[in-house]
């Protein structure tokens, strides 16, 4: 734990996080001695369980934004840290992500205690591969409803090597919010795939994979991270569903 407590992460058990979730305590948590999480908000518009893309944890500048302007926007947001990424900040150096089966199966767990402990109804959702991770969750097991922040439909420049076939099963209300010009996915790209009708997508004006604009449009990241994050509150509005257990 020393690089979480360096960080401000108090130490407390499930219980005790439980607690803080129904009243809406902000922070930042170790929960029993082995999940960071942070918890930002109130769930005016939803709960959300969030993960992180490959190469940057909750901690990242786009995680700490879109939790921010989640919460403004009426969700309560709880980011984590997968097991890979709390080694690679303990140890200070960069490694690759475990096996996406693996991601999955941490994902699932987290979520499966969350929702035996609390009546709100929790969605997943995620960052790149977070999202992701949680999508091949929702289409393991039931859940309110998915939300994900930047698609990899393929990796950059393998526009053949697909991540779509899973989509199938994901039966809830599922929200990808894209940038047009992202690599991952560009939308002219994914106007060519078949989706599920329960999947929407929402395009960002001139975004990339991290919500960053072109210089000439204008506007900034913050702008579009904000943008992404009143679509993803609206749309949890519009899909109120009981929690999935």
Known sequence: MPFYA????????????????QTGTCGQFYVNNHTPVTLQGLPEKGCLLFAHGAGAGQAS????????LAARAGIQLMTFDFRYMQRM???????????ISQLV???SDWYASLIAAVDVPVWVG????????????????QVPGV???????HPPRSPDRLRLAHWNQV????LIVQGERDPFGRRDEVATYT???NVHIEWLATGDHDFKPMRASGLRQEELIQQATRKAADFMLAHPRSNGR
Do not use: C, H, W
């Open 147 to 153: 939300i994900v922040a930047g698609y990899p439909f």
């Open 171 to 174: 039966s809830a209300p599922s």
């Open 195 to 197: 989706l599920p009708a």
């Open 6 to 21: 360096q960080q401000g992460y108090v130490e407390i058990n499930f219980d005790v996080f439980v607690s803080y979730l």
């Open 105 to 107: 199966t941490e994902m």
């Open 126 to 141: 995620g960052k790149s591969m977070g999202g992701r991770v949680a999508s091949l969750v929702a289409a393991q097991r």
């Open 89 to 99: 900040n303990s140890e200070g150096r960069r490694r690759p992500p475990t096996k």
């Open 61 to 68: 500048d786009f995680m700490r934004q879109f939790a921010t």
